[in-house]
Structures are given as structure tokens and as C-alpha cells.
């Protein structure tokens, strides 16, 4: 066993997309700061980020109902949609400054347009979804909408959902053909490759098992290699925790005054993949529905063309389970081993406040494969079982926390925890995740590098040209930024492959 001991600048616990992302700003920021990443499984992107184990869906808010909510007076509040679709433009800037220079050289291999659809059933449903486009259509952030409630319309969007529906059913979609499909999983390996050019040193089969602050404000990790038992000791100025779901366990050893009272709890989640090419072949959109109640928010069904491993594939889901892994490759013990003095109020609150929860897993957990065929046949009316096949996708930690609303309170965005001296980040969450993590990573170098803002704001201003403007209030800068990414990441005058290639 060695403790043979080195420092360095920057530490990375996790191959994923947020250390990919980060790393990349660092590394184009301050070219001379040494990066260290250090990652448990043999590859990056093989969990969260995995392209089997998230939507893809590349979140701009464009689709998913779940960000626009009914007011009690009946109008809509677009808010939150505005907010996660300009850290969405935060991501295509950056991928495209990368595109630029270089450091990617074919967008195609991350990136497709394809059409981002709301979709819903119901009278009550079909008056929501109008109101809700009359409120975003006026938006120059979501330009190019179309809804509709013409059966013959919709027959030409989604043919797969409309034939064989019955005529008397009310239903209306939205539509907007500036949508993308993403592959994160692809992306990180990208990011990670470009890296490893730039003489970031990468260490896979490396798990981080404690972390410690030394006397001089620095970090101190035990790092095993997991295939030879060896263990060394690292000492970085920084570090960050991006190990998805297994990020909660380093924030309590880490023992920061700011990871006291948060909680995790697990929630999995099941996709649908058709295996049937011709079924494949008639859709061609990512169409978001309604969550039913009682169901957490990343678990509003879809149905969703991906393009994975070059051809074009169909998912529906995601169907909630329950396992007590914080990773799909973690430990039964989990759940157990994060609850702690310091947050088992915040747990047991939680636990009490959200049985609809519970009760909602448990009845998905014990959905047999033909009551999941009678919730896809709500999209599909005529989707056969033999077409379809079960994946287990990802592990998400909700992050649960006392907040003004009270203990104990479930969060479902994603949430970065920083040390109040900023030599330590933590990312925990779920949703948007992947999709906001330029945004996200831009926020932690503001809070835990502010002696360095002032200097490096010009590169992050060329990089994101967008950074520090809002959006919302300047519609030219809008429709600069959408005509120059589109063209960039090759997503504008032509349409996605319809069929496999």
C-alpha cells in the first residue's frame, strides 16, 4: 500500500458531464492550473450522463409543462421556463465556442435538431395548453411555436400518437422545430478527450474514499485504486464533488458547516425502447405529456426519438422505481449510511410530508410490463407489447433540505454547495441537470473563484457572449444568438436523419 502524497491545483471527483464541463471553463480560463480527475468506473460518462440514462432532451423549457403553472386567476407564469431556457442558451454558446475552436470537431456527434412537442388529452388540459402558448409565443425565447388542435395537423406532427385515437377526444400539441436531442454521454467523452490533449491528468478505477481539510485551507483526499488496492493521498487547492448521486456522502465527510441538514432520497427510473425499425420510423419528435398527480416532476411521461450509437431510437418513460443506490453502480447501504444526527430530522420530516410520494413508487415499482403498455398506449393506442422492451435507466438523488417552506422540504433542481471560503463544491439534484450545466458551472466559478472574475470575465464573455445579460430584455441579442448557434452546431437548414444511419 503506497501514501506517497502530491498537490495540485484542481481536483475532479467524477468523469460526468458537470467535471467535463467544468474542467473545459478551467482549462480555458487558466490554461496553467493543473486539473486532476479522478473517477470509480473505467470510463467518463458512464453514469448520469450516459446517454441510456437521461432524456437527452436538451432542456429549454420548450416542452416540458411542468415549468409553466396555472396561477389562480388562470394565467400562466413562464418564469421558471424563461429562466432554465437562458441557462440552456449559456450551453449552446459554449458548445459552439467549442465548435469554433476546434476542440469539437463535428457537432453531429453530440447534437440533432428535432422538434420538442407538449402534448395533452382532455378538455380542461386542451384550455391549459393554449393559454399556456399564447403566454409563451409572445416570448422571443420561444419564437417559431405552434399549437394546434386539428386532428389533421396533428396527423401530420405525430402520427404514431393520432391514428387510432378516437375523433370525439379533445387534443391539442404544441409544436417548436428549434428542439435538439443531446447526448450528454457522447459530449462528456468529447469534453474528457480534449482534456486528456490538454494534459489534465485522468484517472479511472480511482475511487475518492475520504476528504479532509489540512491546516493550510487546502484538501486532503484518500484516493484507492480500485484495482490495486493501492491507496495515495492528494492535496488540492480546489475540489470539486461531481460524482452524482455518490456526491452527498463526500459533502458529509467533507464536514463543511453547509452540508448539515440535507438529505437525499433515490428515485430510478424505467424506459420503454421500441425495438420495431418501421415504428420507429413514424416518429419523429420529443412529445412531453403531463405528470399525473401525485408523481415527482422527472417522471412526466414521453415519447422521445434519441439518436444513440448513430441511429435513431424510441423511448417512452420514464417509469419511476425505487432502489436504495445513490449510482446504478452503488451500494444497497446508500440510503442507510446518508442518514446522519445532523440531518435525520430533515429525513423524517421529508418521509412525512411526501407519503403521496411513496405511495406513487411503490404502486410504479409494482407495475407488471403490461399495465406500463397501457400507459404507453395512452400516447400509442396501438402500441404492441412484442415492440417494446424494459431499460433501466439512472439513479437520481432528490435533494431534500429545510428550506422556508419548512423541514424537510423535497427539492427537484440541481443544486450546487459550496464551502463558504469556496475551496469545495459539491453538485447534487437531478433536474435539468445535464442540460444547464454551463450555467450551473459558470455560477460555481463565480462563487468559489471571485478574486478571479474581474480578470477572466472578458474570455467568459467571448466564450458565452450572452454571460451577465438577461435575455428576456434584450430579444436582438435572442435572435443573434439563436441564428449563430444553429449555424454553428450545424442545426439549422436541414432536419434531423429520419432514419438510421
Same mark, same amino acid.
Given at each position: 500500500?503506497?501514501?506517497?502524497? $502530491?498537490?495540485?491545483?484542481?481536483?475532479?471527483?467524477?468523469?460526468?458531464?458537470?467535471?467535463?464541463?467544468?474542467?473545459?471553463?478551467?482549462?480555458?480560463?487558466?490554461?496553467?492550473?493543473?486539473?486532476?480527475?479522478?473517477?470509480?468506473?473505467?470510463?467518463?460518462?458512464?453514469?448520469?450522463?450516459?446517454?441510456?440514462?437521461?432524456?437527452?432532451?436538451?432542456?429549454?423549457?420548450?416542452?416540458?409543462?411542468?415549468?409553466?403553472?396555472?396561477? =389562480?386567476?388562470?394565467?400562466?407564469? +413562464?418564469?421558471?421556463?424563461?429562466?432554465?431556457?437562458?441557462?440552456?442558451?449559456?450551453?449552446?454558446?459554449?458548445?459552439?465556442?467549442?465548435?469554433?475552436?476546434?476542440?469539437?470537431?463535428?457537432?453531429?456527434?453530440?447534437?440533432?435538431?428535432?422538434?420538442?412537442?407538449?402534448?395533452? /388529452?382532455?378538455?380542461?388540459?386542451?384550455?391549459?395548453? %393554449?393559454?399556456?402558448?399564447?403566454?409563451?409565443?409572445?416570448?422571443?425565447?420561444?419564437?417559431?411555436?405552434?399549437?394546434?388542435?386539428?386532428?389533421?395537423?396533428?396527423?401530420?406532427?405525430?402520427?404514431?400518437? +393520432?391514428?387510432?385515437?378516437?375523433?370525439?377526444?379533445?387534443?391539442?400539441?404544441?409544436?417548436?422545430?428549434?428542439?435538439?436531442?443531446?447526448?450528454?454521454?457522447?459530449?462528456?467523452?468529447?469534453?474528457?478527450?480534449? &482534456? %486528456?490533449?490538454?494534459?489534465?491528468?485522468?484517472?479511472?478505477?480511482?475511487?475518492?474514499?475520504?476528504?479532509?481539510?489540512?491546516?493550510?485551507?487546502?484538501?486532503?483526499?484518500?484516493? @484507492?485504486?480500485?484495482?490495486?488496492?493501492?491507496?495515495?493521498?492528494? $492535496?488540492?487547492?480546489?475540489?470539486? +464533488?461531481?460524482?452524482?448521486?455518490?456526491?452527498?456522502? &463526500?459533502?458529509?465527510?467533507?464536514?463543511?458547516?453547509?452540508?448539515?441538514?440535507?438529505?437525499?432520497?433515490?428515485?430510478?427510473?424505467?424506459?420503454?425502447?421500441?425495438?420495431?425499425?418501421?415504428?420507429?420510423?413514424?416518429?419523429?419528435?420529443?412529445?412531453?405529456?403531463?405528470?399525473?398527480?401525485?408523481?415527482?416532476?422527472?417522471? #412526466?411521461?414521453?415519447?422521445?426519438? @434519441?439518436? +444513440?450509437?448513430?441511429?435513431?431510437?424510441?423511448?417512452?418513460?420514464?417509469?419511476?422505481?425505487?432502489?436504495? %443506490?445513490?449510482?446504478? $453502480?452503488? *451500494?444497497?447501504?446508500?440510503? #442507510? !449510511?446518508?442518514?446522519?444526527?445532523?440531518?435525520?430530522?430533515?429525513? /423524517?420530516?421529508?418521509?412525512?410530508?411526501?407519503?403521496?410520494?411513496?405511495?406513487?413508487?411503490?404502486?410504479?415499482?409494482?407495475?407488471?410490463?403490461?399495465?406500463?403498455?397501457?400507459?404507453?398506449?395512452?400516447?400509442?393506442? *396501438?402500441?404492441? !407489447?412484442?415492440?417494446?422492451?424494459?431499460?433501466?435507466?439512472?439513479? @437520481?438523488?432528490?435533494?431534500?433540505?429545510?428550506?422556508?417552506?419548512?423541514?424537510?422540504?423535497?427539492?427537484?433542481?440541481?443544486?450546487?454547495?459550496?464551502?463558504?471560503?469556496?475551496?469545495?463544491?459539491?453538485?447534487?439534484?437531478?433536474?435539468?441537470?445535464?442540460?444547464?450545466?454551463?450555467?450551473?458551472?459558470?455560477?460555481?466559478?463565480?462563487?468559489?473563484? =471571485?478574486?478571479?472574475?474581474?480578470?477572466?470575465?472578458?474570455?467568459?464573455?467571448?466564450?458565452?457572449?450572452?454571460?451577465?445579460?438577461?435575455?428576456? %430584455?434584450?430579444?436582438? &441579442?435572442?435572435?443573434?444568438?439563436? $441564428?449563430?448557434?444553429?449555424?454553428? &452546431?450545424?442545426?439549422?437548414?436541414?432536419?434531423?436523419?429520419?432514419?438510421?444511419?
Amino acid at each position: 500500500m503506497s501514501n506517497r502524497q $502530491t498537490k495540485t491545483d484542481v481536483i475532479l471527483i467524477g468523469a460526468g458531464i458537470m467535471s467535463a464541463t467544468l474542467g473545459t471553463l478551467l482549462k480555458e480560463l487558466v490554461p496553467e492550473w493543473e486539473i486532476k480527475v479522478f473517477e470509480k468506473l473505467e470510463n467518463a460518462g458512464e453514469e448520469s450522463s450516459n446517454e441510456w440514462n437521461n432524456a437527452g432532451t436538451g432542456h429549454a423549457a420548450l416542452c416540458e409543462l411542468n415549468y409553466t403553472s396555472e396561477k =389562480p386567476d388562470g394565467s400562466i407564469d +413562464i418564469s421558471k421556463a424563461i429562466q432554465i431556457n437562458e441557462q440552456f442558451q449559456h450551453s449552446m454558446q459554449f458548445w459552439s465556442y467549442l465548435v469554433n475552436s476546434k476542440l469539437i470537431h463535428d457537432p453531429q456527434d453530440f447534437i440533432m435538431p428535432l422538434p420538442h412537442m407538449s402534448m395533452v /388529452l382532455g378538455k380542461q388540459n386542451v384550455s391549459f395548453l %393554449k393559454k399556456r402558448h399564447e403566454a409563451m409565443s409572445k416570448n422571443s425565447l420561444f419564437q417559431g411555436m405552434e399549437f394546434s388542435d386539428d386532428p389533421k395537423k396533428l396527423m401530420e406532427w405525430i402520427p404514431l400518437i +393520432i391514428k387510432d385515437r378516437p375523433s370525439n377526444e379533445p387534443i391539442a400539441a404544441t409544436k417548436i422545430d428549434s428542439g435538439t436531442d443531446v447526448n450528454f454521454g457522447a459530449l462528456t467523452r468529447i469534453l474528457f478527450d480534449h &482534456l %486528456k490533449k490538454k494534459n489534465v491528468d485522468i484517472k479511472y478505477k480511482h475511487s475518492v474514499d475520504n476528504l479532509r481539510r489540512t491546516s493550510d485551507g487546502s484538501w486532503e483526499l484518500k484516493i @484507492r485504486n480500485i484495482n490495486s488496492g493501492s491507496v495515495e493521498r492528494q $492535496t488540492a487547492k480546489f475540489v470539486f +464533488i461531481g460524482g452524482g448521486g455518490g456526491s452527498l456522502h &463526500l459533502l458529509q465527510k467533507s464536514g463543511i458547516p453547509e452540508g448539515r441538514n440535507i438529505g437525499g432520497f433515490p428515485v430510478s427510473g424505467i424506459f420503454m425502447v421500441c425495438n420495431n425499425p418501421a415504428v420507429v420510423a413514424q416518429h419523429h419528435a420529443k412529445v412531453y405529456g403531463k405528470a399525473k398527480l401525485g408523481a415527482p416532476p422527472m417522471s #412526466v411521461p414521453h415519447l422521445d426519438t @434519441r439518436f +444513440i450509437d448513430n441511429k435513431k431510437s424510441l423511448l417512452f418513460g420514464p417509469f419511476a422505481g425505487f432502489s436504495p %443506490k445513490f449510482l446504478k $453502480t452503488g *451500494s444497497m447501504f446508500d440510503l #442507510v !449510511t446518508s442518514v446522519k444526527p445532523n440531518n435525520l430530522v430533515t429525513m /423524517l420530516s421529508a418521509g412525512a410530508k411526501n407519503m403521496s410520494l411513496t405511495k406513487y413508487l411503490i404502486e410504479q415499482v409494482m407495475l407488471s410490463k403490461e399495465k406500463r403498455m397501457e400507459e404507453l398506449r395512452e400516447f400509442i393506442p *396501438s402500441a404492441k !407489447t412484442e415492440d417494446w422492451e424494459l431499460v433501466v435507466a439512472g439513479q @437520481r438523488v432528490q435533494v431534500i433540505k429545510d428550506t422556508a417552506a419548512g423541514k424537510g422540504t423535497l427539492q427537484f433542481g440541481t443544486e450546487v454547495i459550496s464551502s463558504a471560503d469556496g475551496s469545495l463544491a459539491a453538485l447534487l439534484g437531478a433536474s435539468p441537470g445535464a442540460s444547464t450545466a454551463v450555467s450551473v458551472m459558470l455560477e460555481l466559478v463565480t462563487k468559489c473563484f =471571485p478574486e478571479h472574475v474581474k480578470e477572466w470575465e472578458p474570455k467568459i464573455k467571448e466564450m458565452i457572449p450572452s454571460y451577465g445579460v438577461s435575455l428576456l %430584455k434584450h430579444p436582438e &441579442l435572442i435572435d443573434e444568438i439563436h $441564428t449563430s448557434t444553429s449555424r454553428i &452546431l450545424g442545426l439549422s437548414g436541414k432536419k434531423s436523419l429520419e432514419v438510421s444511419r
